[in-house]
C-alpha cells in the first residue's frame, strides 16, 4: 500500500455464515480430539485434562474461524456450537476406545469439562479500567 490509500473496511460476518464457519472449523478440530481423547479414557487425571484441552482447542478453531468475536450474538452461538462440537469429540474418544458407554453416567464429567474448556477459552476479556495520567 501507498501513503494515503484508504485500508478496507472490514465486513461484518452475518450470523449463519460465522455458525457455519465455525461448526466446520470446530468438527476438523472435535474429530481429531476425539481419536486423541480415546487415549486418555480412564487415565486418572488426564481422562479429565485431555476432554478440557479438547474443549479449549475446539472453541478456539470455532472461534477463529467464524471471525474472532469474543462479544454479542456471534458469540454466544459460537460458543454454542463449539461446546457441541467439543462434546462430541470427546463422546468419539469413548466410542472408539469401547470401555464405556458413550451415554454411562461416568462420562458426564468428561463432557463437563469440555464444555468448561470451551466456555473459559471463549469468554470475552474482563474490561480493564483506564490507566491513571501522571
Do not use: I, N
Request: hydrophobic residues 50%; neutral net charge.
Amino acid at each position: 500500500m501507498r501513503p494515503g490509500d484508504e485500508l478496507p473496511a472490514k465486513r461484518p460476518v452475518p450470523l449463519p455464515e460465522a455458525a457455519v464457519r465455525a461448526a466446520l472449523a470446530a468438527q476438523a478440530v472435535a474429530l481429531l480430539g476425539g481419536v486423541v481423547a480415546a487415549e486418555y479414557v480412564d487415565a486418572q487425571l488426564f481422562a479429565y485434562l485431555t476432554p478440557f484441552v479438547v474443549g479449549v482447542l475446539t472453541g478456539a478453531a470455532a472461534q477463529s474461524a467464524s471471525g474472532g468475536a469474543r462479544t454479542g450474538p456471534v458469540a454466544a452461538r459460537v460458543r454454542v456450537v463449539a461446546g457441541v462440537y467439543a462434546v462430541l469429540g470427546v463422546a468419539l474418544g469413548f466410542a472408539l476406545e469401547r470401555s464405556k458407554d458413550v451415554l454411562d453416567s461416568s462420562t458426564l464429567l468428561p463432557y463437563l469439562a469440555a464444555v468448561a474448556g470451551v466456555v473459559l477459552w471463549t469468554l470475552p476479556p474482563k474490561p480493564r479500567p483506564p490507566a491513571p495520567d501522571d
